[in-house]
């Protein structure tokens, strides 16, 4: 379980309190009024994440042209066709 950071130490202790909560891990939460509101990652895990989400966006993309999922429309007729909903 990630760390948790208050609203109120992050306004006081500023990054000193992010680097503290993310010593041992590699994110943690900052809680606002008690609610765990946001998240800080370590910008290797960031990066990590994003590739995940692209690695997942091309796989769907892939999957789409297999089953032929696509339009063949020139830019036009795509831009008509949303237009048109």
């Given at each position: 379980?990630?760390?948790?950071?208050?609203?109120?130490?992050?306004?006081?202790?500023?990054?000193?309190?992010?680097?503290?909560?993310?010593?041992?891990?590699?994110?943690?939460?900052?809680?606002?009024?008690?609610?765990?509101?946001?998240?800080?990652?370590?910008?290797?895990?960031?990066?990590?994440?994003?590739?995940c989400?692209?690695?997942?966006?091309?796989?769907?993309?892939?999957?789409?042209?297999?089953?032929?999922?696509?339009?063949p429309?020139?830019?036009?007729?795509?831009?008509?066709?949303?237009?048109?909903?």
């Amino acid at each position: 379980m990630p760390n948790t950071i208050t609203a109120n130490d992050l306004k006081i202790k500023g990054v000193n309190a992010i680097n503290a909560a993310t010593s041992d891990q590699d994110e943690a939460f900052i809680s606002v009024r008690g609610q765990n509101k946001y998240v800080v990652l370590s910008l290797e895990k960031y990066n990590y994440l994003r590739e995940c989400e692209l690695e997942a966006a091309l796989h769907e993309v892939k999957n789409d042209l297999k089953q032929e999922k696509f339009y063949p429309d020139s830019i036009e007729e795509h831009i008509k066709r949303i237009k048109n909903g």
